[in-house]
């Protein structure tokens, strides 16, 4: 049987595929569940966690999946190869600049991270910049 944070964490996880388009037998066969437990876990009320385990996860989870879907934006981004799309001046221009305004806030947010976990983060910085 499992305990509530363990139910707490599956739901979560299972929203997280579900919101990045897996299908519920994907997800099923992906957690090792039954299509039913997606299908009900999806239905549950999104109750608040009632411990700070249960909160920490649910945060972990939310933040896996939003890294998951910038991952996915970046690399369609990149298969979209914008810079060698033709296009007219004023399109090429606002994409140039959402490219350089999304890279901006990404390197702050990146900085942000950084100065929070500077252990986890000292080797992807050595060698960068001079």
């Known amino acids: 049987m499992s305990t509530p944070t363990e139910v707490a964490?599956?739901?979560?996880?299972?929203r997280q595929l579900s919101h990045g388009g897996a299908s519920n037998r994907a997800i099923a066969q992906q957690l090792g569940i039954s299509k039913d437990t997606v299908?009900?876990?999806l239905e549950a009320p999104d109750a608040p966690p009632a411990t700070p385990a249960q909160r920490i996860a649910q945060r972990a989870a939310q933040t896996e999946s939003?890294?998951?879907q910038l991952r996915a934006a970046a690399q369609a981004v990149d298969d979209a190869r914008p810079a060698?799309?033709?296009?007219d001046e004023a399109t090429a221009r606002r994409w140039c600049a959402e490219l350089?305004?999304?890279?901006?806030?990404?390197a702050?947010?990146?900085?942000?991270?950084?100065?929070?976990?500077?252990?986890?983060t000292a080797r992807a910085t050595v060698g960068?910049?001079?």
């Open 128 to 130: 960068q910049g001079s």
């Open 108 to 120: 702050a947010l990146a900085d942000a991270f950084a100065e929070y976990y500077p252990s986890a």
């Open 66 to 68: 939003a890294m998951s």
């Open 39 to 41: 299908r009900r876990d």
């Open 84 to 87: 060698y799309t033709i296009t």
């Open 9 to 14: 964490q599956r739901r979560a996880k299972v």
């Open 100 to 106: 350089r305004a999304t890279a901006a806030h990404l």
